[in-house]
């Protein structure tokens, strides 16, 4: 028998069925505990080709372009050459982004570096506490990008592609693995602002799902007041009353499903009822009342402040409640101008909560698998603009790595000895993009969408390889 139209379903079936379908099904799993889970958390791939050494991420973006040079790769030819012309050898035919056509000079390093770990690994002194934990770290020096300028920037790192519309990297690993959590998004994005006062924008594009379906977009939550805008009930209007609205709106969309065959209407059920489940998990979620005084301490943070360390606590909680994927972004690293200042307040604001992450991870059995990823969207130069600062730079950047089979303890590749290029083991953002897949269980090569009659990938179609050399 074939199933009435959606405009002949008068209202008197509608109400009777709402006791029934779709709806009872979706409120059966916001209102019980050992209720039917959404479809968004199962993913495409299923059995994984690889062996899976990691099954959540935590990517810490610092937005704006952090300086090499006065982080994780020391320069000492540099500060010698302070002040000289930068040798032309280096820049003959090069594209600059503010210095072209400008004489440029070399800018030494601005603070000095120190030996940590068993390996005495070198990154700058401003930064003690991720030099306590540098045994657990993989320190990439090598990296490279293929863009210059902020936004093109943010979505090649992001997506693979400069041009916007393509999924980011956190819409493709849900698409393929779904998500553990129960009551929250499988992708979370959370954003904090520096003191150095430089607001630059951050496009939601950057975690946007792109021609995947739109509920593998990152979620954004706010790192003050209250997370999510709407998220207590209207006056008057009970829990139950919420919910059985939720059921019947989902079971028109149901029936309206079956009649156009639209994805994009099974999205609209799966955000109705991950945005009711929000309303009783995120206030438990941002709840650290029963986090210990020493935690607090150990991230140096206060509950709701809006800063980087909190963000990290929240991400360790969102780890724990089995988000696929949490991304960090912190902004304030474009110094054009005062980057020996900048720095410095920018180590303040990060250096002990990203150890904070690696350690209370570790001591609860996380790290192992569990990726934690520190990126900006490029480098820095090695020539000074505007007399104490540096332009953007996309030929040598530092990136690192924790966690989850990542050899800790070791530096992979090298730049120039001047940090002006990647010149041993050159690594790409593709190649990081392969590398982060293989430790997912997925292959980089194999996991396509048909996207406009060609096979689309987070990789693209230049050559991606993993950089095995940081694997255990």
């Known amino acids: 028998m074939r199933p009435l139209p959606y405009t002949a379903l008068h209202r008197r079936a509608f109400l009777g069925r709402t006791s029934k379908g779709l709806g009872s099904v979706a409120l059966a799993s916001l209102l019980g505990p050992s209720g039917v889970r959404a479809d968004a958390s199962r993913g495409v791939l299923g059995t994984l080709p690889l062996p899976r050494k990691a099954t959540r991420v935590i990517w810490l973006t610092m937005a704006g372009g952090p300086s090499h040079l006065e982080t994780f790769d020391p320069k000492p030819t540099l500060a010698r050459m302070h002040g000289k012309p930068m040798p032309e050898s280096f820049t003959r035919g090069q594209m600059l982004a503010q210095?072209?056509?400008?004489?440029?000079?070399?800018?030494?390093?601005?603070?000095?570096?120190?030996?940590?770990?068993?390996?005495?690994?070198?990154?700058?002194?401003?930064?003690?506490?991720?030099?306590?934990?540098?045994?657990?770290?993989?320190?990439?020096?090598?990296?490279?990008?293929?863009?210059?300028?902020?936004?093109?920037?943010?979505?090649?790192?992001?997506?693979?592609?400069?041009?916007?519309?393509?999924?980011?990297?956190?819409?493709?690993?849900?698409?393929?693995?779904?998500?553990?959590?129960?009551?929250?998004?499988?992708?979370?994005?959370?954003?904090?602002?520096?003191?150095?006062?430089?607001?630059?924008?951050?496009?939601?594009?950057?975690?946007?799902?792109?021609?995947?379906?739109?509920?593998?977009?990152?979620?954004?939550?706010?790192?003050?007041?209250?997370?999510?805008?709407?998220?207590?009930?209207?006056?008057?209007?009970?829990?139950?009353?919420?919910?059985?609205?939720?059921?019947?709106?989902?079971?028109?969309?149901?029936?309206?499903?079956?009649?156009?065959?639209?994805?994009?209407?099974?999205?609209?059920?799966?955000?109705?009822?991950?945005?009711?489940?929000?309303?009783?998990?995120?206030?438990?979620?941002?709840?650290?009342?029963?986090?210990?005084?020493?935690?607090?301490?150990?991230?140096?943070?206060?509950?709701?402040?809006?800063?980087?360390?909190?963000?990290?606590?929240?991400?360790?909680?969102?780890?724990?409640?089995?988000?696929?994927?949490?991304?960090?972004?912190?902004?304030?690293?474009?110094?054009?101008?005062?980057?020996?200042?900048?720095i410095a307040l920018k180590a303040k604001e990060i250096d002990r909560a990203c150890m904070a992450l690696i350690v209370d991870l570790k001591r609860r059995g996380m790290l192992d698998d569990i990726l934690v990823v520190w990126a900006g969207e490029f480098g820095r130069t090695p020539m000074s603009q505007g007399g104490d600062g540096r332009d953007h730079h996309n030929k040598a950047m530092s990136v690192w790595l924790a966690g989850a089979g990542v050899r800790g303890g070791m530096v992979y590749g090298a730049s120039d000895e001047l940090g002006y290029a990647a010149v041993d083991k050159v690594c790409?953002?593709?190649?990081?993009?392969?590398?982060?897949?293989?430790?997912?269980?997925?292959?980089?090569?194999?996991?396509?969408?048909?996207?406009?009659?060609?096979?689309?990938?987070?990789?693209?179609?230049e050559p991606a390889n993993v950089i095995k050399g940081i694997l255990s």
């Open 99 to 342: 210095l072209q056509g400008q004489e440029l000079k070399c800018f030494g390093p601005q603070h000095p570096f120190k030996a940590f770990g068993k390996e005495r690994t070198e990154i700058c002194a401003l930064f003690p506490h991720i030099g306590s934990v540098i045994d657990e770290v993989c320190l990439v020096r090598s990296m490279t990008t293929e863009a210059i300028n902020h936004d093109p920037a943010h979505m090649f790192m992001n997506t693979g592609s400069q041009i916007a519309g393509r999924p980011s990297m956190g819409a493709w690993v849900t698409y393929g693995l779904g998500s553990d959590a129960q009551d929250l998004p499988g992708f979370v994005v959370l954003t904090s602002l520096g003191q150095g006062g430089q607001n630059q924008p951050i496009a939601a594009r950057q975690w946007s799902s792109g021609f995947l379906p739109s509920r593998h977009q990152g979620v954004q939550l706010r790192a003050k007041g209250d997370p999510v805008l709407y998220l207590t009930d209207p006056p008057g209007v009970s829990r139950e009353q919420q919910g059985a609205d939720v059921a019947a709106i989902n079971t028109l969309n149901a029936h309206h499903a079956a009649s156009v065959h639209d994805p994009e209407v099974a999205t609209r059920v799966a955000q109705y009822e991950m945005a009711f489940q929000m309303q009783a998990s995120v206030p438990r979620l941002m709840d650290v009342a029963g986090e210990s005084r020493s935690t607090l301490e150990l991230y140096g943070c206060e509950p709701g402040d809006g800063s980087f360390a909190s963000n990290c606590l929240l991400a360790r909680r969102l780890a724990e409640r089995g988000v696929r994927f949490i991304q960090l972004y912190h902004k304030d690293w474009d110094h054009h101008g005062g980057v020996k200042e900048g």
């Open 428 to 461: 790409t953002v593709h190649d990081l993009h392969a590398t982060m897949l293989h430790q997912l269980g997925i292959d980089h090569e194999t996991f396509r969408v048909k996207f406009q009659g060609l096979d689309a990938k987070l990789t693209g179609v």
